[in-house]
């Protein structure tokens, strides 16, 4: 390995020698098991309703668009949000995407419901912290299924 000092330049380490006291890694780690079990909770709980009323998030507009009713649109909601935890814990450089862009649904919902822009605040943070997600797997695990480096 070249280091910085012969190159006279600052060299961030390759993936291969990164190690979990890195700090870019134990964020990574961080940020991998967050987006992993958070929508996976959710997703289920849009079945069991422990948590919430979830139909009373559901803007009308966005339930006219869609078939059925907001109890079987929440459903479809749950199965979408179980799917991307697992993408996030398989493939995080493709699952951090994706939960951003289901995050960003979710704000326009919300902003089109009219109320709880509190909560389109809290989801927007989210997307910004699952796009750094999909950012630093790219060099964290560029190879994705579940790479402990």
């Not at 995050?103 to 709880?116: A, M, R, Y």
């Not at 997307?127 to 964290?140: E, H, Q, Y």
């Amino acid at each position: 390995m070249i280091s910085s000092a012969t190159t006279g330049a600052s060299a961030a380490p390759i993936a291969s020698e990164r190690t979990l006291s890195d700090p870019a890694v134990q964020a990574f780690w961080l940020l991998r098991i967050g987006f992993t079990v958070a929508p996976v909770l959710f997703g289920l709980d849009k079945f069991l309703g422990l948590m919430t009323n979830w139909e009373h998030y559901l803007a009308p507009a966005i339930d006219r668009l869609v078939p059925g009713d907001a109890h079987q649109a929440m459903l479809a909601v749950g199965v979408v949000e179980i799917v991307a935890g697992i993408v996030v814990a398989v493939l995080p450089r493709f699952g951090g995407y994706l939960v951003a862009a289901w995050l960003g649904g979710i704000i326009v919902n919300l902003l089109l419901l009219g109320d709880f822009y509190d909560v389109a605040l809290r989801d927007f943070g989210l997307l910004i912290g699952a796009l750094a997600l999909a950012r630093l797997a790219t060099s964290i695990a560029p190879d994705g299924l579940l790479s402990r480096r």
